[in-house]
């Protein structure tokens, strides 16, 4: 079982910054690849950005490429999303995931294992 934890969502005006938090925990939460994923209201939840296993390697989908950066903190066992230049089409319920995988970051929901409780992120105009 591993538990995900988000925080740091709230509300920016077009153009600010946020940064999220997910604290991981659980006897086998090391063996997991972690990432974001967001649901805006009436649309599909979606990728946003990942991290291999490893942290080595980080994956974004093309609409946050160049705004939005994933790192983590092995100490902490924390994983974090830096939004840049926000916008209003960002706005969103933001969830942590973290995947059983042994390379890369599954793009894709049903190939996640578990889910955060979301953290709402509003972008003005």
């Known amino acids: 079982q591993v538990q995900l934890v988000e925080s740091g969502g709230g509300l920016v005006q077009a153009g600010g910054s946020l940064r999220l938090s997910c604290a991981a925990s659980?006897?086998?939460?090391?063996?997991?690849?972690l990432g974001w994923f967001r649901q805006a209201p009436g649309k599909e939840r979606e990728f946003v950005a990942g991290?291999?296993?490893?942290?080595?390697?980080?994956y974004y989908a093309d609409s946050v490429q160049g705004r939005f950066t994933i790192s983590g903190d092995n100490a902490k066992n924390t994983v974090y999303l830096q939004m840049s230049s926000l916008k209003p089409e960002d706005t969103a319920v933001y969830y942590c995931a973290a995947a059983l995988v042994f390379q890369g970051f599954p793009r894709a929901v049903g190939n996640v294992n578990y889910w955060g409780q979301g953290t709402q992120v509003t972008v003005s105009s």
């Open positions: 659980g006897r086998t939460f090391s063996s997991y690849a």
């Open positions: 991290l291999s296993r490893s942290g080595l390697s980080t």
